[in-house]
């Protein structure tokens, strides 16, 4: 199995900036990608930042330029970096990975348990 682990959440004030991290452990043999979704109340899941298979991540139009996304694969983690934070932005934020458990298994995608942004105004 593999487990995903999130840290970073909490309440900020708006326009103030917070940094999510999330770290991957368990039976993993290769991480093809890391990033963030959210969901906010009453919404669907929406991609936050997510690399894609050009080699280049795709943010969501809402949060870019504000939102940087980053990856220390010796550590299998990944950091979301959120500045200029504004009231749309509260809502739970997922880690996704994209990963081979074995050689021989094919790709799986693993969520970690979310972790709460709330922005105040």
């Known amino acids: 199995q593999v487990h995903l682990v999130e840290s970073g959440g909490g309440l900020v004030q708006a326009g103030g900036s917070r940094t999510l991290s999330c770290t991957a452990s368990?039976?993993?043999?290769?991480?093809?990608?890391m990033g963030w979704y959210r969901q906010a109340p009453g919404k669907q899941r929406e991609l936050v930042a997510f690399?894609?298979?050009?080699?280049?991540?795709d943010y969501a139009d809402s949060v870019r330029g504000r939102f940087t996304i980053s990856r220390d694969s010796a550590a299998s983690a990944v950091y979301l970096q959120m500045n200029n934070l504004k009231r749309e932005d509260t809502a739970v934020y997922y880690c996704?990975?994209?990963?081979?458990?074995?050689?021989?298994?094919?790709?799986?995608?693993?969520w970690g348990q979310g972790t709460q942004v709330t922005v105040s105004s």
């Open positions: 690399p894609n298979r050009g080699g280049y991540t």
């Open positions: 368990g039976t993993i043999f290769s991480i093809l990608a």
């Open positions: 996704a990975v994209d990963v081979q458990r074995r050689a021989d298994y094919g790709v799986e995608r693993f």
